[in-house]
């Protein structure tokens, strides 16, 4: 079993706000952004880390790059303790921020990488393999020539997420990657993520809200609302705590009045087709051979839940009765 590179033990992060309360009183309040949250991901994972607005997804990810000390709990990132050794963790990680670059705005993307290879004291013989490889797959040859300021979102982006692995770390952070870019960047981005952690082995956490990435990068994720990790595991089995419904969609003969079957309900009529929900989790097999037995029937599709929606709802249900996906902080489906 492979060793646990970010280790979390009941975190938390609790910020102090001063409100105004009258003229000149103030009151103190407390935000428990970060609730006792607690996981570990193995070497070479990539996992998702989603959740809603405020749910203090970027307050983990500083603690875990050392900018946030921690308020409580135990926090370990390659066995280092990030807030106290923020500057050798800095050689072992990789962050990209989606929304704020970390090149230099009016040098040109080479010069700015030139920068870097100081600042982290890269070995020159490394520096050029890396270099070489990130310019190559992410296509940035024609760009290292033109000021950062000039690139456009998705060139931008492609050159921080260069930018982030010219040392060669062993964990990156990716904060919204996507966010913003057209289709050809946003797969050109995620094809690069593939290569990388199949073939070096990165360690992947990656926030975002594009639940595509999620879907086509990551064998985990973890969902965390208001502070608390609500669910850990496998993507798909996202669905099935969401308690989702699927849809039958059956075109018949004729115009009908909305059919009758046990177990499902009709929640659309429009001219002969019908659209009828039953649990997700149920087979479809005996409603469809009903519905085929008792109505004439020309055709028929079946749609599966979408994913979105499933967890739209689970926020909005304040996540009663969530459960574990099955692949818990120490083991399961999703892991390793
Ligand atoms: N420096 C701070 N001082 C006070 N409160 C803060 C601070 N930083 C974050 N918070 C609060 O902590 C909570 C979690 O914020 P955080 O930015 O981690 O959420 P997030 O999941 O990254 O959200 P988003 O998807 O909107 O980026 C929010 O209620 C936020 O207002």
Redesign the pocket.
Known sequence: MSEALIELDRLE?V???RKRAGLLRREVSE????DGISFRVRRGEMVGYI????????????MLTGI?TPSGGRLRVAGIDPARQRTALARRIGVVFGQRTTLWWDLPLGDSYQLMRRLYRVEPARFRANLERCVELLELGPLLEVPVRQLSLGQRMRGDVAAALLHDPEVLYL??PTIGLDVVSRNKVRGFLRDLNREKGTTVLL?T?DLTDIEQLCSRVMV?DR?RLMYDGAFAGLSEVGESERTLIVDLAEERPAIEVPGARVVRVAGPRQWLTFPAARSAAPLVARVAAEYPLVDLSLREPDIEEVIARMYAAGWEGARSGGAGADGGSGVG
Do not use: Y
């Open positions: 992060k910020f102090r706000v935000v428990r952004a970060v959740g809603p607005n405020g749910a203090g997804k970027s307050t983990t990810i500083k946030l904060d919204e926030t809200h965390i502070g």
